[in-house]
C-alpha cells in the first residue's frame, strides 16, 4: 500500500523560482508596457496559426449516456469525439448549481483578497500545491501569463490542508463539495469509455484528483505576444475543465492550427489525457492545448486532473494488444513519470513525446 509520506512526495517535485505576481502586474495600468512583460512575450512562430473556422468541439450529454433509451447513440458520440477530437464538453452532467455557485464565488473573492492575504497560502519550495505559479525553473524562462492556485483533492487521505484557503471562510467546504462532484461525473465518463473500449477499468484508474484554480488577467498591452498557458498535453486519464466566467480562451491543436474552444454556460470542457492514451494504444489521443490572453477580459478556469494511482503501472489494455496490434507505449508505474513531468515545465512539448513513453 501507497503510504502518505509518498504520495505527497510525488507532487513536490516540481521546483519553481518566485516570480512577481501577475494580477498585481497587470492592476498597474500605467505601468504595463512591452517593456514591463518582456518575461512573458513569446518569438512568433509560423505554427502559430489561429482557426478561424466554424469548427467547435463535440458536445456530449451525460444524461443520455445514463439512460438506457438514449445510450447507445450518445455512446457512439462518446467514442467519436474521443477518437477524432480528443476534447468534448459534457452537458447535463448533473452537479448541483448551489455548489457550482458556492464554488464560483468563493474563488472569486480568493482571487480579489489582497495580495499579502492570498500569499498566506502560497507554495512553499520544492511544491507545487498552493498559491503562484509553477514550474519556473529560470530567471530567463519566458513566463505564462497567470496566477494559480494547485491543491491535491483526492483521494481526501492524501490532501495537505495547508495551502487550502481558509478565507473565505467557505472555501474549503465549496472545494469539497466541488472536487467529489467532479469524481462521481469523471467515474461516470470513464464506465462508459471502458465500455466503448470493451474492457474493465476500476476506480483506480482514475483515483487521483488535483484542482489547479487559475486567474488569467486581461493584457491590453500585446496580448497576442502573450499565453496563459503554453502549449502542453496533460498527463492525467481525463481532465475536466470548467470556464468560469465564460471568457474564450482555451485553444487545442487540430490540423496544424489552434482552434478555440468557445465556452458553453451549462457545460465542463473534457479532455483524453496522456494515461488515457497510452491505455488505448493510441486509439484516443491526448491532444496539445493551450491557452490564450484577452485583452479586455479576465478569465478564470478550475482544471481538475484525474490520475491513476500512484503505485499503478499503466500501458496498453492487454485486450486491445489481443488482435495483434503493435504495442505503442511501455508499460510505466504512473509515480515514474509524475517525477519526471512535474520536475520539468515540458514548454512546448507534449509529455507522451518523451522517450520513456515510446517502446
Known amino acids: 500500500m501507497e503510504t502518505k509520506q509518498a504520495a505527497e512526495a510525488k507532487w513536490s517535485h516540481g521546483k519553481t523560482i518566485p516570480v512577481k505576481n501577475v494580477q498585481a502586474l497587470a492592476s498597474d ?17 509560423t505554427s502559430d ?17 445514463l439512460d438506457s433509451q438514449t445510450y447507445r447513440l450518445e455512446a457512439d458520440r462518446l467514442k467519436s469525439a474521443c477518437e477524432e477530437w480528443g476534447f468534448f464538453q459534457v452537458q447535463n452532467h448533473g452537479i448541483p448549481d448551489t455548489v457550482l ?6 474563488l472569486e473573492h480568493f482571487f480579489r483578497l489582497p495580495l499579502d492575504e492570498k500569499n498566506k497560502f502560497g507554495q512553499l519550495p520544492g511544491d507545487l500545491q498552493g498559491y503562484g505559479q ?67 477499468l476500476d476506480r483506480d484508474t482514475y ?68 494515461f488515457l492514451e497510452v491505455l488505448t494504444n493510441g486509439k484516443y489521443q491526448s491532444i496539445e492545448h493551450r491557452v490564450a490572453i484577452n485583452p479586455h477580459k479576465e478569465r478564470m478556469s478550475i482544471s481538475a486532473f484525474h490520475l491513476p494511482k500512484y503505485d499503478m ?14 504495442k505503442k507505449y511501455k508499460t510505466l508505474r504512473v509515480d515514474e513519470v509524475a517525477k519526471v513531468v512535474f520536475s520539468s515545465k515540458l514548454d512546448g512539448k507534449k509529455t ?5 513513453y515510446s517502446v
Request: proline share 7%; glycine share 4%; aromatic share 6%.
Open 313 to 326: 503501472s499503466v500501458g496498453p489494455i492487454s485486450e486491445i494488444l489481443a488482435g495483434g496490434e503493435l
Open 134 to 200: 509553477a514550474f519556473v525553473e529560470s530567471e530567463h524562462q519566458t513566463l505564462d501569463w497567470c496566477d494559480r492556485l494547485y491543491l491535491v483533492t483526492q483521494p481526501p487521505q492524501e490532501r495537505e490542508m495547508r495551502p487550502w484557503p481558509t478565507t473565505p471562510a467557505s472555501f474549503r467546504k465549496s472545494i469539497e463539495s466541488y472536487s467529489s462532484e467532479l469524481m462521481r461525473v469523471t467515474g461516470s465518463l470513464m464506465g462508459i469509455i471502458a465500455r466503448n473500449l470493451g474492457v474493465e
Open 352 to 356: 507522451k513525446e518523451y522517450a520513456m
Open 29 to 45: 495600468a500605467a505601468e504595463l508596457t512591452e517593456e514591463a512583460i518582456k518575461r512573458y512575450i513569446r518569438p512568433a512562430r
Open 101 to 106: 455557485e458556492n464554488m464560483r464565488n468563493d
Open 49 to 65: 496559426v489561429v482557426a478561424h473556422s466554424s469548427q467547435s468541439i463535440p458536445i456530449i450529454d451525460l444524461a443520455r449516456l
Open 207 to 274: 483515483a487521483n484528483q488535483a484542482l489547479r484554480m487559475t486567474y488569467y488577467p486581461a493584457c491590453p498591452v500585446a496580448h497576442d505576444k502573450v499565453l496563459g498557458i503554453s502549449p502542453h498535453s496533460d498527463i492525467s486519464i481525463l481532465t475536466l475543465v470548467w470556464e468560469l466566467n465564460l471568457v474564450e480562451g482555451l485553444q487545442i491543436k487540430r490540423q496544424d492550427a489552434w482552434v478555440p474552444v468557445k465556452p458553453h454556460p451549462k457545460a465542463l470542457v473534457v479532455n483524453v489525457g496522456d
